[in-house]
């Protein structure tokens, strides 16, 4: 490896901690930060064009802009607990330009009510808002939990849930991922009236007193493809140190699991009905397909953890530099690609777009032949921001952090 290619890790300064959202996520002030040492790294030697080349449209803000559920629209946490919305387009991001509306909630966790203010869009009849609780920004006396990340959507008519679905999420490491997994889900009415589906006095507490949060999950990739089945995720069978679930339908009874032993949360619906998760194997992991039974769709070997990354339906080899579709177990592999950040999708699989630490921070622009355009530059994205994501079928968003705590989004046209 070239000595320019070696890791950088940015430093950040203590204005710049205090500065970003981050800092009333983490309880100890500071950023936690997912180190990976040279070793672990592909040894790699890429020619790379330099990232400014691309002519990357950049809009600042305070805090990151972090995709929904809508096309080209964004959304924004600050600090406050205020939500603010982002539209992409072809001069960079704009301010969301229609109505946005609030709902005052009180969900209940733990036997505390946690107070958030919902903002919420609307578009083609269905409601999209988010909100957040923290003890930075709210006097409220609430005990167990210092930070509740809350999103309400229009439930998928399957959930047969009245109202709006409420769903949320108490760990502040989860705030710039994208497929965020909750740990508990709500009825709203429109006056913001909060009914656990679930009925959280039935559960056990875990080590930390609270209320077991392996009882029923959804993440926003289930949630998203949930279609003909009301799918739940629960943990509540197994030890809380494994990440061993079983897959409940919601609208039937919670003590017959669909299916029992998935790995990890991943889980989606798949266009004729099927369940597709991840299962342990003895020297690595499968996806599987679950109908009346499971059938095997691909094998990987090795950590999931630590050898793989995953994005939307797609997994990617850090061992083998192979991208694999865990729904129907189409592959293929890149070309000197190596060690990946993370990667995004674009809607018809056509373009992969994916960030790596070297020396200087790397883009990789991947096409299904395999073949890599490789970008470096000081300042393409931030690792503790997870949000690399396609915004159409060309452009992709990242977001970097200037020194003085600023968030630098940009749309990268392909």
Known sequence: MKTSHKILIPLFSVLLILSLVLVYFISNGTIRKKYISDSERSSIDFAATDFSELNPLSTETDAPLMPTDFDGIFYSLSADGKVSFFEAGADGFVPYSEEVKTLNVAPELTYNKIPITIYYITKNETDLGYGLFTTKNSDADVKAYSYVFAKMITAPTIYKVKGHMLMVNT????????????????????????????????????????????????????????????????????????????????????????????????????????????????????????????????????????????????????????FTNLLTGDSFKAKNLGHIDAFAVNSDATKFAATASYNNQAFFVIDTEGNVNSYSGTSIFNKDVNNICFAGKDSVVTTSVTADGKCVNYIIKL
């Open 171 to 322: 760990n502040p490491d989860d705030a710039f991922v994208l497929d965020k997994k909750y740990t508990d889900i709500f009825s709203v009415n429109d006056n913001g009236a909060c009914e656990n589906i679930l009925g959280q006095r039935d559960r056990s507490a875990d080590k930390t007193g609270r209320l077991t949060e392996r009882w029923g999950i959804l993440t926003d990739g289930s949630v998203r493809t949930a279609d003909k089945k009301a799918s739940l995720i629960s943990g509540r069978l197994y030890d809380s140190d494994t990440e061993t679930y079983d897959i409940f339908n919601l609208n039937k009874s919670m003590n017959a699991p669909e299916t029992k032993g998935m790995y990890t949360a991943f889980l989606r619906e798949d266009s004729d009905s099927g369940l597709v998760y991840l299962k342990k194997t003895g020297d690595g992991f499968k996806s599987v397909k679950f109908i009346a039974e499971e059938k095997d769709i691909a094998s990987f070997t090795g950590d999931l953890k630590t050898d793989y990354v995953i994005s939307e339906n797609w997994i990617y080899s850090q061992k083998d530099e192979t």
